[in-house]
């Protein structure tokens, strides 16, 4: 099991830059994978980014080049870098870990972008 808590979300003018954290209670490393993903009002959930235990990063194509997904060294802090923020991008960001066959969430952290 792993305790995923995010914070860093808020309101910022479109164009402008946020950085999301997500805070796990074990080291990514012994985990497969950890992702943001976002839901927006009435849509569903995607996946914004992740990173394997490896290194390895993926991105959905609305953030390329836009979004970076890091962590810190010891695995437990994942970031989400967001610059050139549009008002598309606003929803509630969820950090999301891969443990084996199970899949675990965190509660949440609402980003608004305003025009």
């Known amino acids: 099991q792993v305790q995923l808590v995010e914070s860093g979300g808020g309101l910022v003018e479109a164009g402008g830059s946020l950085r999301l954290s997500c805070a796990a209670s074990?080291?990514?490393?012994?985990?497969?994978?950890m992702g943001w993903y976002r839901q927006a009002p009435g849509k569903q959930r995607e996946l914004v980014a992740s990173m394997t235990s490896g290194g390895n990063r993926n991105y959905a194509d609305s953030v390329k080049g836009r979004f970076t997904i890091s962590r810190d060294n010891s695995g437990t802090s994942l970031f989400l870098k967001m610059d050139k923020l549009k008002p598309d991008d606003t929803a509630v960001y969820y950090c999301?870990?891969?443990?084996?066959?199970?899949?675990?969430w965190g509660q949440g952290t609402q980003v608004t972008v305003s025009s």
């Open positions: 074990r080291s990514m490393f012994s985990m497969n994978y």
């Open positions: 999301k870990s891969n443990i084996g066959d199970y899949d675990y």
